[in-house]
């Protein structure tokens, strides 16, 4: 089950493509059909957004925001709601009422053109293994690698990446979709 964190800090109401980020990531484990590890998961939500903001002129595809990590792209809030240690994503994440402690399923993402971004993503980007991903994620010229920096080092710090710099410099990661 997942934190109770989201409710308290999520806009209300979302429009109609800023999304829940957990419940992306839903849609992209049913998509992959077979579990993942916490940090391939956040890969793809991270070339979704992406891919997102390329085609709509810079509308998020997800609310919150990406750190650069020692690891890849990461959402602070969905690493913690999927963190499995080492081991593959079993489950999914569910909305918890913060005054009843009730769970609830997240709302089933209907919206044709989130659905066609995060299909790309999974058919050009979702079977690749954990170390192809991180590649993709950190290429040169991308914004990971903007945030980073030439050393390719984060520190001690983990550094905001602006969707901005994501829509500018997504052009790096050279998917196919």
């Known amino acids: ?18 999304l ?29 957004h992406g891919l997102h903001l390329r085609r709509t002129g810079g509308r998020p595809l997800v609310y919150g925001y990406f750190e650069a990590w020692e690891q890849g792209a990461v959402h602070p809030g969905i690493h913690q709601d999927y963190e499995v240690g080492a081991g593959p994503v079993l489950h999914r994440a569910l909305r918890v009422d913060i005054v009843t402690a009730q769970a609830f399923r997240l709302p089933t993402i209907e919206d044709r053109m989130v659905l066609e971004v995060v299909r790309s993503i999974v058919r ?47 052009h790096h990661h050279r998917l196919v979709v």
């Not at 997942?2 to 493509?17: F, M, Q």
């Open 1 to 18: 089950m997942t934190d109770h964190r989201w409710d308290v800090i999520s806009p209300a109401p979302l429009g109609p493509t800023i």
């Open 124 to 170: 050009s980007a979702g079977r690749l293994e954990g170390h192809q991903l991180q590649r993709l994620v950190q290429v040169p010229g991308g914004p990971w690698q903007h945030v980073v920096g030439s050393s390719g080092s984060v520190g001690r710090f983990r550094r905001k990446i602006t969707d901005a710099l994501i829509q500018e410099r997504y």
């Open 20 to 48: 829940d980020p957990r419940a992306v990531c839903n849609l992209i484990l049913d998509e992959v059909e077979a579990p993942i590890p916490n940090l391939d998961l956040q890969s793809l939500l991270y070339l979704a």
